[in-house]
Nanobody, 113 residues
């Protein structure tokens, strides 16, 4: 099983990034997927979750209206579109397979002037 995140980087406040998590080694379309984040000195926080076929999504209150989770089951990939980024969004972002509890290695997002 592999989960490979990409798309992180340094962005100014108000900017946007799109994270991707390319997966392999399991039947992607059968499982819900999540994005978590962990800032330095803090615990891991659930950012967004999407059901197996994308019909249901949930978001942390802190990102509602700014972030959008989506998935492409044909590509076994889950995405996180992040708009109107704030310095408090700075963290390592991880994708996660619900129920199987698989994790990617993370991609760093830094929001700074």
């Amino acid at each position: 099983v592999q989960l490979v995140e990409s798309g992180g980087g340094l962005v100014q406040p108000g900017g946007s990034l799109r994270l991707s998590c390319a997966t392999s080694g399991f039947t992607f379309s059968r499982y819900g997927m999540s994005w978590y984040r962990q800032a330095p000195g803090k615990g891991r926080e659930l950012v967004a979750r999407i059901s197996s076929y994308g019909g249901s999504t949930n978001y942390a209150d802190s990102v509602k209206g700014r972030f959008t989770i989506s998935r492409d089951n044909a590509k076994s990939t889950v995405y996180l579109q992040m708009n109107s980024l704030k310095p408090e969004d700075t963290a390592m972002y991880y994708c996660h397979v619900v129920l199987l509890d698989y994790w990617g290695q993370g991609t760093q997002v830094t929001v700074s002037p």
